[in-house]
């Protein structure tokens, strides 16, 4: 393929100039990645009949090829987003056959499909949020007065993880001025943060970043 480039970007013409093997193979594979990822910058192009079919051709297989990696890879994200609010085993299990599918069917290890029950195990039994993990749920809870849901979450859901972390929540220091629990905007802020809490486990062997200061 000889790849001619567009004068208006200041590249050689290489119909002009002689090009060794590996340059042609280096210009080769850009203009492959270039094309089938869809960026199509355009500075090198087939112009010859033969290349314009060559290219015709890659880029439906390119499409076919991409559609599907990209398919399976959004199946699997969409799968263990909706297992964090399934608490449900035989989900799963699906979502793990499913990994096996896209690891061209090959088993995947005991030992990783242990940590991932494990893992979806300890999730679901300290993620306060399941409560609400249905939509019937949700549309119940953005029906309550705004008070109402501040009270759910604060002095239920999460009760003992603001006891806990109390130092750095339930009193705030703004301008010299203590904020306490009792403040609305604070407890609009709590709600929002702890919106976005998920459990996490982590073991003895695990690395723990220590405050330095």
Known sequence: MTFYTYPDYQLELDQYHDVDTDDSLIKLWYFAITTLSTIGFGDYTAK?????????????????????????????????????????????????????????????SKDLITRIEDFFEFYWKNNPLLAFKSDDDQRFLSELPKSTVEQIYIDYLFRDFLYIYKKFFLSITINNRKIGMGNAKLRVFLVQFLNFLEPRRYEESDGIIQDQF
């Open 48 to 108: 010859s009949v033969q290349e314009k079919i060559i290219i015709s051709f890659v880029l439906l297989f390119g499409v076919a090829v991409f559609s599907y990696i990209m398919g399976n890879f959004i199946e699997i994200l969409m799968g263990y987003k909706s297992l964090e609010y399934s608490g449900d085993h035989k989900e799963l299990s699906k979502w793990i056959a499913l990994l096996t599918k896209f690891n061209e069917s090959h088993p995947l």
